[in-house]
């Protein structure tokens, strides 16, 4: 590391700029580049309005709620990226919202995926007593021996409560940091063994792990169920927001944080690392807003419940529905 040769700039040993004090410094390709990234971003939240607008119009209650949440994920990220960019010290906070609404979308995407099949209901109709195969990731893809599991009521309680314990807890870790971080107690980049960052992260890594993987097993044992709706491509945009939101905002700052990626008075290592991953994911995010506009609006075939004689909800039968969703 450069801090250890003595070779550092004392620019780069400073914390992150202000806003102005950036700005100040951005070249004409800069402010090209922060134009060009802010329109992507806004671009991406007016195709996301548009698309709740169309959704909602267009779907039955409780799937456009969900729809609706799965879709934001990327708008959501986009835009607090850019929130980030344009003002770095605000970069925790930016980073935290994003995280805590990714959390609350792990679990729309497993009640979506029951949805796409009639609800829990119909879910527990269609699938009560099989088998269901456990040895996915992350969690058990490497334990191919372990017995499948018969899906009960259940069992689908302890997958919804797996999935929902992330978005509730990580909220909660979410307003602690913000306090801590007032208090001067929650540092980012202090990833030490007596900071309190390291614990909180791990914690929370846990948690996402197990969160993941209810939606993984429901996934893997009814997709084929689902291949006329497109769920795999969607599974898989899903998926791609999840790694480039976490995995590669983690691999940016640690190769950051261990000097890796040279400063850039007034941004330290650190921070123009931070940039750097923010600046990549506004284009992420806005190229899966676009792919997932259109996996979304497409023809197919919808379950229509019936009430029975006893007023209670008759098992769902499909009838060809067309929703350009």
């Not at 699938?127 to 499948?148: E, N, V, Y």
């Not at 969160?211 to 769920?231: D, E, G, H, K, T």
């Not at 990626?261 to 921070?271: D, E, G, H």
Request: proline fraction near 6%; include cysteine.
């Amino acid at each position: 590391m450069e801090a250890l040769n003595g070779t550092i700039d004392p620019a780069c040993l400073k914390g992150r700029p202000l806003a102005i004090d950036m700005l100040n410094q951005l070249d004409t390709f800069g402010y090209c580049l922060y134009f060009m990234l802010t329109l992507m971003s806004c671009v991406s939240l007016l195709v996301y309005l548009e698309q709740c607008a169309y959704i909602y119009k267009k779907l039955p209650y409780p799937k456009k709620t969900l729809v609706i949440w799965v879709n934001g994920a990327a708008p959501v990220i986009s835009t607090m990226s850019c929130l980030a960019m344009w003002i770095p010290r605000a970069f925790m906070i930016t980073d935290l919202t994003s995280n805590s609404y990714f959390a609350v979308v792990i679990y729309k995407i497993l009640l979506l995926l029951i949805e796409e099949l009639g609800g829990s209901n119909a879910f527990l109709e269609k699938f009560s007593g099989k088998p269901f195969w456990i040895s996915t990731g992350p969690c058990c893809c490497c334990c191919p021996c372990l017995p499948d599991v018969p899906m009960s009521r259940r069992m689908l309680f302890l997958l919804k409560l797996g999935s929902l314990q992330y978005a509730i807890l990580k909220t909660v870790f979410t307003v602690l940091s913000i306090v801590l971080w007032t208090n001067g107690n929650y540092d980012p980049t202090n990833l030490g063994i007596y900071g309190i960052t390291l614990w909180i992260s791990l914690f929370v890594g846990v948690l996402t792990i197990i969160s993941l993987w209810p939606v993984a097993i429901v996934f893997m044992n009814m997709n084929r169920y689902l291949r006329p709706l497109r769920i795999i491509p969607k599974y898989a945009m899903y998926q791609l927001t999840l790694v480039l939101s976490q995995l590669q905002t983690s691999i940016v700052n640690i190769v950051a944080l261990y000097g890796n990626i040279a400063c850039a008075p007034p941004l330290s290592s650190q921070a123009r690392g931070t940039m750097l991953n923010q600046q990549i994911l506004i284009m992420e995010m806005f190229i899966i807003t676009l792919v997932n506009r259109f996996l979304y609006r497409r023809t197919y075939e919808a379950v229509e419940t019936h009430d029975s004689e006893e007023n209670t909800t008759a098992l769902p039968e499909a009838t060809l529905m067309e929703h350009d969703v």
